[in-house]
């Protein structure tokens, strides 16, 4: 049986929203972490206990652990024990997934590994991509000996997927406790690799093969997307019946084995928006499903600019409050927000329609406007109050600042709600059934006890 040396050194390749909560949770368990990086200022600023994102308690663990040095920063890998690749995977043009980064933290990497060296891709990757990595380290180093997809033999090299999945805003907890599923290139590397995330890892690492692992990712995020879309379709069908939507979400969500989720003005972040693609380019017409709820999705911002235009054609507005920017509540991550777009794209629209209507955008995470909106025609970062006495209002992000606006502050105003914040306005401002939908006899009978109750 072969002894393996104890964790001792983690390189963790990438520090950004990943890289950085993982390795502040690698160094509390007494492993020594080198992070590297290309940024030179993110390596700075690490070095400096500062922290370059933003995340609850993620500044205090890192200043901790950086103070105590169990983390340092460099732009170049280190020797270690264990290798964590957590680089961007972004989509290229066609929607194809983008390995540059993961192929060249790679390459970066093959130099300075060892024989019993463990190689772990947390970034998010199309099925098969685990085994481009080591043939990628094999290219660079005809000395070591990687596995294969389902090897048997003990490789060098031990090589596997172990995709993240943290939420944003929850990180540092979801990291210890959520399962992990670890897809060994071969089973002796899931095995290594199970071994090292029990080091901090208190929810239960699932073991499998890596292919499996890249598409349960990708399924868990898709299964996601899908689900807001038909919360957004369900949405669209309420506003055809005059039904408030988040009363009948809440309500079907009482049944013991269903649970819808929100509809909004679309999905951002960069995962969700982007993880389905990666299912749907390698297999096209049998990812049916999960195309359409991307498409769904995505047109979502278009149809909330529409709402607000609609609107603006019934006259009276000079300004509109635009509330949030980020792309989920209670976070300042702009990336792929679709309220950035949406805002962007009312702006254009109301430029070209010649309208000079003011866009008082309020975002409590941002202190400027983010590039997109930089220069747009009308639009201005404001206060909340200030955003409030707009003529109409557009509820965008559902901050907890946000909720607590009493929908008597909104009362008189033209209101596009894409969150359900003043569902209790939309409800008491639900129309009665209108005479146009009774049938003629119920007509008949309204009016002749109407014309009874009028006659002396
Ligand atoms: N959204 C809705 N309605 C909802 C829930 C979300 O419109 O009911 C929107 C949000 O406003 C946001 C987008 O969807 O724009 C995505 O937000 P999210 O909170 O659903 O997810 P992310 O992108 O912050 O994190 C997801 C998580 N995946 C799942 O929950 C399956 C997280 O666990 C993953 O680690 C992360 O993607 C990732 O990195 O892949």
Redesign the pocket.
């Known amino acids: 049986m072969t002894v393996h040396k104890p964790f001792e050194t983690c390189v963790v390749v990438g520090l950004g929203y990943?890289g950085l909560p993982t390795s502040v949770v690698i160094a509390r368990a007494g492993i020594n972490v080198v992070g590297v990086d290309i940024n030179t200022r993110t390596v700075d600023a690490v070095r400096a206990g500062r922290c370059p994102i933003e995340e609850p308690h993620l500044p205090e663990a890192l200043a901790a652990q950086v103070a105590n040095g169990r983390i340092i920063a460099q732009t170049m890998p280190a020797l270690g024990d264990v290798f964590i690749i957590a680089v961007p995977t972004p989509f290229t043009g066609g929607y194809k997934p983008d390995l540059a980064y993961v192929e060249a933290a790679t390459r970066a990497i093959a130099p300075v590994l060892r024989p019993g060296n463990l190689v772990i891709v947390e970034s998010?990757i199309p099925v098969g991509a685990t085994e481009l990595v080591a043939r990628w380290i094999e290219d660079e180093r005809g000395d070591l000996i990687c596995p294969q997809r389902g090897s048997d033999f003990e490789p060098d090299i031990y090589v596997a997927h172990c995709p993240?999945?943290?939420?944003?805003g929850q990180m540092l907890r979801e990291l210890v406790e959520n399962d992990r599923i670890v897809g060994g290139l071969c089973p002796s590397s899931g095995q290594r690799v199970q071994e090292f995330y029990q080091q901090f890892v208190s929810g239960r690492c699932h073991l499998t093969d890596a292919r499996t692992a890249e598409l349960c990712?990708l399924s868990?995020?898709s299964?996601?997307d899908v689900n807001?879309a038909f919360?957004n379709e369900l949405a669209d069908i309420c506003e055809e019946f005059e039904i408030d939507a988040g009363e009948l979400i809440a309500l079907a969500n009482h049944h013991p084995r269903v649970k819808i989720?929100?509809?909004?003005p679309?999905?951002?972040?960069h995962?969700?928006a982007v993880?389905p693609w990666f299912i749907v380019s390698a297999v096209g017409e049998k990812a049916r499903l999960i195309r359409e709820a991307r498409w769904i999705n995505s047109e979502r911002p278009r149809q909330v600019v529409r709402k607000v235009l609609d609107k603006v054609a019934a006259g009276g507005i000079r300004s509109i409050g635009c509330f949030g920017l980020s792309?989920?509540?209670d976070v300042d991550d702009l990336r792929e927000?679709?309220a950035v777009e949406v805002v962007a794209h009312l702006a254009k629209e109301l430029y070209l329609s010649g309208e000079d209507i003011e866009i008082r955008v309020v975002e409590p995470y941002i202190d400027e406007l983010p590039k997109e909106l930089r220069g747009a025609r009308g639009v201005r970062l404001v206060d909340q109050e200030c955003a409030l006495a707009s003529d109409a209002i557009l509820m965008l992000v559902n901050h907890k600042q946000f909720c607590e606006i009493p929908a008597s502050r909104v009362e008189r105003k033209a209101v596009v709600d894409t969150r359900g914040v003043w569902r209790s306005r939309a409800l008491a401002q639900r129309p009665r059934v209108k005479l146009a939908t009774l049938n003629a006899r119920s007509e008949a009978r309204i009016a002749a006890r109407a014309a009874a109750s009028l006659s002396p």
């Open positions: 990943i998010t993240e999945r943290v939420l944003p990712k868990e995020n299964f996601r807001i919360a989720l929100q509809p909004g679309g999905v951002g972040g995962c969700i993880d792309y989920k509540p927000s679709p």
